[in-house]
Nanobody, 125 residues
Framework: VQLQASGGGTVQAGDSLTLSCVVS????????MAWFRQVRGKEREHVGT?????HSTYYVKYPFDISRDNAKKSAYLLLKELKPEDTAVYYC??????????????????????WGQGTQVTVSS
């Protein structure tokens, strides 16, 4: 399974940006999809997770939105009202949609088996 993230760039504070993650090599609808971000020198941070069906989302950072299109094998992260502190490398990740007793586990990096390469988002003030 391979993930390819794209859509990053440099924007002004208050702007919006949509990141995309295309998945190949697996059955996309079998995977929960997540977005994480990492500021240089800091730990990777969970931004949100969407279930394999797209019917549920988990712990999505406000005011961002997460979505997916199973027909296009793609997941999306809509970044809204961007602030300079949102500057980071954004990663998409995938996990097989198995039962997880504690939904809080979906915020953990080690729940995800597959990762994209990251896309840089820079927000200028």
């Amino acid at each position: 399974v391979q993930l390819q993230a794209s859509g990053g760039g440099t924007v002004q504070a208050g702007d919006s940006l949509t990141l995309s993650c295309v998945v190949s090599g697996g059955t996309f609808s079998n995977y929960d999809m997540a977005w994480f971000r990492q500021v240089r020198g800091k730990e990777r941070e969970h931004v949100g997770t969407i279930s394999s069906s797209g019917h549920s989302t988990y712990y999505v950072k406000y005011p961002f939105d997460i979505s997916r299109d199973n027909a296009k094998k793609s997941a999306y992260l809509l970044l809204k009202e961007l602030k300079p502190e949102d500057t980071a490398v954004y990663y998409c990740a995938a996990r097989l949609a198995t039962f997880v007793g504690d939904s809080g586990r979906l915020k953990m990096e080690d729940e995800y088996n597959y990762w994209g390469q990251g896309t840089q988002v820079t927000v200028s003030s």
